[in-house]
């Protein structure tokens, strides 16, 4: 069992910049592989980021994790009022060391973190 809690979020004008933090309970983070996803009001659950056990990443925002520390990090920079959702994490145990997009693949979420940018 994995429990996740978000940090970092906030308002922002467009054109700033948010680092989010997950932090994650248990002592196998290094073998799960994370994601950030969000939600805006009135759509659907959206992949954001993802890192792999290896740390391969993909997204459009910058994805990293500190292994040491139980703790995934998202970095936004360029900040658009599109950006504005509320922000999860999400952790899945894999045995294969791939990066997962769909929100279905992950088995662990965090509370959500609420970003909102003014434009």
Known sequence: ????VESGGGLVQAGGSLRLSCAAS????SSYSMA???????????FVAAISRSGSVKGRFTISR?????????QMNSLKSEDTAVYYCA?????????YYRAQDYDY???GTQVTVSS
């Open 1 to 4: 069992q994995v429990q996740l």
């Open 26 to 29: 248990g002592r196998t983070f």
């Open 36 to 46: 950030w996803f969000r939600q805006a009001p009135g759509k659907e659950r959206e």
């Open 66 to 74: 500190d292994n040491a520390k139980n703790t995934v990090y998202l």
């Open 91 to 99: 952790a899945k145990g894999a045995t294969y060391n791939g990066i």
């Open 109 to 111: 979420w965090g509370q």
